[in-house]
């Protein structure tokens, strides 16, 4: 309890402050934490460790970091089963961690992580630290440490600082190596040993209230593929200290969901609990946890602009969602709403998510996105709540049909119905199920959802890939190539001379290509745009003394560009000089919607405000399509009003700049950056007036008024939260207006008007067609009840009730609907009318009433359900009223005599 006293004033934006400058005094350079949605790293859906943002600079692609240290926003759903039922498992965290590139390694990543925590800083063992403010006050007799069973470098290190043999533990490849079991099982490529550092209360070694605190990764191998692991020529240091744990620790709190991280956002769920939680006791309890983790995670992930989807990182955001939802309305029994606002759950505990927060490094970006945070929340939940019900009475009755066959196990194929009809969730159906002591067969859901995923694949992938696959590894096969900002000289130039540094062929590098070969191209250096940033890589031809090589798209490749090129006469051969010209024209094109895009983004923002963040886009030749956040389309007025200010802006011929500066002051400097796009320490900035500013690669025009016209074409909703706009650019624009005035001039002369008066005039003609339409229904209504008292007259007599029974010739189904309600009123009691009629060879329709006296005795939808198949088709409705339909007039006459024997089985 002493100790509990002593560090419970040390709050979480404390200790990471602290831990970022006690490194930054050892020379560290302070990163700040990248995205939740990583930066230009496709192979990973979200940041998921400290390191991730580091790779260019373990992998040795970039030299300009020699230390760093970080707080990293990190996200992880491997655990989530384990979520609020242990103390410290999350899916969102952050990690704090300390870098080297090549520079110290292991003395120093050790001494630095026992100074921090215990203020001791040196292998003599009692001198104090030079910056004692920044450290830690455990104790050495709490802490204790692990280490990889062969590490007897680290073992004599730890002993030398200090630490007893009796409180280092030695661990197996499976516990203490970088990745587990590298040295048996691979993969190949950089890995290391790792020394976990552990805080017992109680001071005990591998005691029941341990807790790994920090993991310090010493990467000093290159496994090869006969398995024996190389020495790196410059070892690498990887550190990483949960904020949460590090945070239940210094405040002496059994789990972190106690800390000033979580308190306030547990007590809010708890608060908004109803009775029935009261009763579900330490289910309760975990899943007050569990949706308090889930809520802070979504905001996160939300504030940087994921969106609930059916796919990729959007799919993690709706399971988020859903899973919590589901805890919050069932188990926690919280009532839908709250003061002031609508349907929902989870969007009312954002704002305690937001307070716990400080304003850097994230708080000020959260509390920009609040609303937004709430809106997608909200519009989730109710989206979600209209089929939870239903989807849950599913999945119980299934639960129920099984277990009454003796099974304890759900068919993946029937899980794979409940995520593709209801919107389940894989994980919400596997909570339910465990609750019922039901697992779930996931090969088999994993198989359906991939049968499915084949059917809607399309043409509209990339087909290029041929020429970018894993075999491609540019670099170790060219050695020597330049850097990626030195090998495109485009801005600058249209025509270079250049180097043919190597040919792929789609399988293996050739040393020449003969006409009609594809190949992918690699240059010295190079004036064609290799597509990225939404832009789509520039076409041309590349020359030599033996050949020419048309080029049809460009491409990036481990950082080189790779020309996808056919061979058009001659040979291209490797190492031979050649000169590289692009197709002047597309580039403007390709420019001129570059520039449209960013005017477009400005409008937009102008216009909805600055929530409408671009979400991704598409620059192609005089054609863009732009993605971008927000909760509700374009209004009528506000696409024109986009339309006018881009058009406006052209109009004024406004300077489009490129300077190259810092990250960070771009980002002072105001100047917007894309998720997932991935930025080095010096950017491209592009300014366009004194309004728009971006981080950007691509190619521009000099100057607005290249852009000529613009016009939008589409507008749509992708996903929940996200919007499309396609649009046309210069000549293709104005070619479309022209196409839309001279249609606009012929609708005008038609209708005997001027084009300003058209609307008006198809109003007038919309109102004298429906005034006729009327007229036609009056008409027909009078026509049917002279038709029901004939077919009245002629009705059959069955057991005291009168059946109306006919085949109606040039009819359709409203007007033997129109008939039927006819006869049916005027028969008022005892009578039933089956009704039927042909249109083509190909298409059949029923109809069949009852009086209301009738309804218990004779059910019309059953009844048409039952004969529709005899002319190929099907039917139903209610007792009262049915309608069928059917593909063969040639069954009409047995279905109408089967119908006919149906109610006099049903009346006997």
């Known amino acids: 309890m002493r100790f509990r006293r002593q560090c419970s004033m040390i709050q979480s934006g404390e200790l990471r402050e602290r831990f970022l400058k006690f490194f930054e005094a050892r020379s560290h350079t302070r990163v700040p934490s990248d995205g939740l949605i990583p930066s230009g790293d496709p192979t990973v859906l979200f940041t998921s460790a400290g390191m991730n943002q580091f790779k260019d600079y373990f992998l040795g692609r970039r030299t300009d970091l020699r230390r760093a240290a970080s707080c990293q926003k990190c996200l ?58 920044l450290c830690l006050p455990l104790k050495a007799g709490q802490l204790w440490v692990s280490i990889y069973e062969q590490d007897q470098d680290a073992a004599t290190l730890w002993q030398q600082l200090g630490v007893p043999a009796e409180r280092i533990v030695r661990f197996g490849p499976a516990d203490n190596f970088w990745p587990a079991n590298a040295p048996t099982a691979g993969p190949n490529g950089p890995c290391g040993p790792c020394s976990e550092i552990y805080f ?62 979580f308190a306030p956002i547990v007590s809010a769920v708890k608060n908004a609990s109803g009775p029935k939680a009261a009763r579900a006791g330490d289910r309760a309890i975990i899943a007050q946890r569990a949706v308090a983790d889930c809520v802070r995670a979504l905001v996160f992930l939300i504030s940087e602009g994921a969106r609930p989807s059916n796919e990729s990182r959007g799919y993690v955001v709706r399971m988020l969602t859903r899973r919590a939802y589901r805890l919050a309305r069932t188990t926690l029994d919280i009532p839908l709403g709250g003061p002031g606002s609508g349907v929902g759950v989870l969007f009312r505990f954002v704002d305690a998510v937001v307070a716990t927060m400080p304003s850097l490094p994230y708080g000020d970006e959260l509390k920009k996105n609040r609303q937004i945070v709430q809106d997608v929340l909200q519009r989730e939940e109710a989206q979600f709540e209209q089929t939870l019900q239903i989807g849950t009475a599913r999945l119980e009755e299934l639960i129920t049909t099984l ?45 359906a959802l991939a049968a499915q995923q084949k059917r809607s694949r399309d043409a509209s992938q990339f087909t290029g890939g041929v020429f970018v696959t894993d075999a491609l590894d540019v670099r170790a096969a060219i050695p020597g190539l330049p850097a990626r900002d030195q090998q495109f000289v485009g801005y600058e130039a249209l025509t270079t001379d250049t180097v043919v540094k190597g040919l792929w062929d789609g399988t293996r590098w050739i040393d020449q290509a003969a006409a009609g070969q594809s190949v992918g191209i690699v240059l010295a250096h ?16 590349i020359e030599s003394p033996s050949g020419v090589a048309e080029v049809s798209q460009t491409v990036w490749a481990h950082d080189v560009l790779v ?13 031979q000089p050649a000169r590289a010209s692009i197709d002047p024209r597309r580039r403007l094109q390709v420019a001129r919607s570059h520039t449209a895009t960013h005017l477009l983004h400005w409008a937009l923002r102008t216009v909805l405000g600055p929530e ?7 620059v192609e030749p005089e054609r863009i399509r732009f993605d971008f956040s927000s909760l509700h389309g374009l209004h009528e007025e506000q696409r024109y009003q986009v339309e006018q200010l881009v058009s406006a802006r052209v109009g004024l011929v406004d300077e489009v700049r490129t300077h190259q500066m810092p990250l960070d002051q771009a980002k002072q400097g105001g100047a917007l950056a894309l998720f997932g796009e991935k930025y080095g320490s010096i950017v491209r900035v592009v300014t366009i007036g004194d309004y728009s500013k971006e981080l950007c690669g691509g190619t521009h025009v000099p100057h607005t008024g290249f852009v000529g016209s613009f016009l939008i074409v589409g507008e749509s909703s992708i996903a929940a939260g996200t919007r499309r706009i396609e649009a046309l650019v210069g000549e293709a624009a104005a070619e479309r207006q022209a196409r839309e005035r001279r249609v606009l001039h012929a609708v005008a002369k038609r209708l005997g008007r001027q084009a300003e008066d058209v609307v008006a005039g198809l109003e007038q003609l919309l109102e004298q067609l429906k005034q006729a339409e009327q007229g036609r229904k009056l008409l027909q209504q009078q026509v049917a009840r002279v038709q029901a008292q004939r077919l009245i007259a002629d009705a059959k007599q069955i057991n005291g009730i009168r059946l109306v029974s006919s085949v109606i010739q040039q009819a359709d189904r409203e007007l033997l609907t129109t008939l039927a309600d006819a006869i049916r009123a005027d028969l008022a009691q005892d009578g039933v009318v089956v009704l039927a009629a042909s249109q083509g060879p190909a298409t059949v329709a029923f109809v069949m009433a009852t009086t209301d006296n009738l309804v218990k005795r004779v059910h019309a939808g059953q009844v048409l359900k039952a004969v529709a198949p005899l002319a190929k088709g099907s039917g139903g409705g209610r007792p009262e009223f049915a309608q069928a339909g059917g593909k063969d007039p040639a069954g009409i006459p047995a279905a109408m005599k089967r119908a006919e024997e149906l109610i006099r089985e049903a009346i006997k």
């Open 76 to 133: 992880r759903t491997g655990d989530l089963d384990n979520v609020g039922k242990t103390p410290s498992h999350h899916s969102f965290f952050e990690m704090l961690g300390n870098f080297s590139f090549g520079d110290y390694f292991k003395r120093e990543a050790i001494q630095w992580g026992w100074e921090f925590l215990t203020g001791t800083n040196n292998f003599a063992g009692s001198q104090r630290s030079e910056t004692p403010a």
């Open 200 to 261: 017992d209360p109680e001071g005990q070694v591998r005691g029941p209230k341990s807790v790994e605190i920090w993991n310090l990764v010493f990467t000093q191998f290159d496994r090869q593929s006969d398995g024996s692991l190389k020495p790196l020529p410059k070892p690498n240091i990887d550190t990483g200290m949960g904020l949460e744990r590090l945070t239940r620790v210094m405040q002496g709190v059994e789990t972190d969901y106690e800390t000033d991280l």
């Open 403 to 447: 277990r009454r066959d003796g099974q304890q196990t759900i068919p993946g194929e029937e899980a794979f119905k409940l995520y593709d009809t209801y919107g389940f969730p894989i994980e919400l159906t596997a909570d339910i199920a465990q609750e019922c002591q039901f697992t779930v067969d996931r090969d088999g859901f994993d198989s």
């Open 526 to 541: 190079s004036p064609f745009y290799g597509e990225s940033g939404g832009q789509i890589g520039d076409t041309g031809a």
């Open 563 to 575: 020309h996808q090129a056919t061979i058009r006469h001659g040979l291209l051969k490797a190492q």
């Open 612 to 618: 409408a963040v671009q979400a991704g886009s598409a």
